[in-house]
């Protein structure tokens, strides 16, 4: 291999690395998200985390966030705990900031 084959594939390594961490990191939100509104909801231990995970595997319909967002506006709205759209995007975005420190924080050990 050349020098230039041998960067191309360290840029390619690098490229696969950081699409694993977001995809991680989104999923960790998304987790995060559920159980936020699971909360909301009066949910709590084993049915609260397999809420989270039906949030989880929802992000997996549509690309981005839509499929999750409404998912969980039509839960909550059929709890009896309408939250806006807007709202629950905010609080992805929290989520978002923290979920992404712990995935980091896991790969530096």
Known sequence: MT?????????????????ELQFKARARKNKMLGL????????????????G????LADFEKPGDHD??????????AAGKPTEEHTIRRQGERFLVEATKQVMSEVKR
């Open 68 to 77: 999750v967002i409404h998912t969980l506006m039509r839960d909550l709205a």
């Open 36 to 51: 936020w509104a699971a909360g909301l909801m009066g949910r709590s231990g084993a049915d609260a985390e397999a809420y």
């Open 3 to 19: 020098t230039f084959d041998d960067r191309e594939k360290a840029h390619e390594n690098k490229f696969s690395h950081d699409m």
């Open 53 to 56: 995970n039906e949030i989880v």
